[in-house]
């Protein structure tokens, strides 16, 4: 019985001799995979402190990047932008020379419409309405000093004489009332700027290319005929007004 108790001792302490070598094993292994998984955290760890450096200076160049790009665009915008308003002046400069350039040009033609349209058109409004087959004298831009003030001197845009009757043309580019009032100053003193025509039923015309209405009730009170084109003719709007009341 005693040799049977001790066996069995003696097999129990074997079996927790290799148990405790075991676990000493075991811990040992435990305490590498722990150092492992340690030392792996640390590296993954740096790398990702490294990664995130990286990252980190990525960023902020690109963001300098940007910063440059959109100053360098900001740069072209406002060169563009001068130089588009540089060219609206310098094309508003062209613009308004030519257009003065063409301003002089018209009033130049303007300038010359007694000549090239009320003088020619005088003679067929002489013939066609007051029957003046023979025309004695036709003057463009006359002048002429006054017989009672030879201070005074005074220009006739068209002047046509045709037997007993004495035509006086004033010519406007643009009519106005006070061209009209003008015109009527002229004609009270007509025969001292042609005391050789004195005598003569005056026939006052004022022409203009293009007569306002009120203008044309104003000259027809003042028995003043008005002369314009209607298409390619000419004719006098208010001829029959001013002739029932002259």
């Avoid at 040799?3 to 405790?20: D, H, Y």
């Avoid at 009320?118 to 006359?142: G, H, K, M, W």
């Avoid at 022409?207 to 003719?233: F, H, R, W």
Wanted: glycine letters at 2%.
């Amino acid at each position: 019985m005693e040799e049977e108790v001790k066996e069995r001792v003696s097999t129990l302490e074997a079996v927790l001799g290799e148990f405790i070598v075991q676990t000493n094993k075991a811990l040992k292994r435990m305490e590498r995979d722990t150092e492992t998984l340690k030392k792996n955290l640390q590296e993954n760890a740096e790398a990702m402190k490294k990664d995130t450096e990286v990252m980190k200076r990525s960023t902020e160049g690109n963001i300098e990047a940007m910063k440059r790009d959109t100053e360098t665009m900001k740069i072209r915008m406002d060169e563009s932008s001068v130089s588009f308003k540089k060219n609206i002046e310098d094309n508003l400069k062209d613009f308004k020379k030519e257009m003065n350039k063409r301003w002089g040009e018209l009033a130049n033609r303007l300038g010359t419409l007694a000549e090239d349209v009320a003088a020619p058109n005088l003679r067929t409004v002489a013939q066609d309405y007051f029957q003046c087959e023979e025309i004695d004298s036709f003057a463009v831009r006359v002048k002429r000093r006054s017989t009672k003030d030879r201070t005074l001197t005074t220009e006739f845009d068209v002047v046509l004489s045709c037997q007993q009757m004495l035509f006086i043309a004033e010519v406007k580019s643009i009519p106005k009332i006070d061209y009209v009032d003008t015109f009527i100053e002229k004609l009270e003193h007509i025969f001292d700027y042609f005391p050789e025509h004195e005598g003569k039923t005056v026939i006052p015309v004022f022409t203009a290319l293009a007569l306002p209405e009120n203008v044309v009730k104003c000259l027809t009170k003042s028995q003043i005929y008005t002369m314009t084109m209607g298409g390619d003719t000419i004719e006098l709007l208010n001829f029959e007004a001013v002739k029932k009341s002259v």
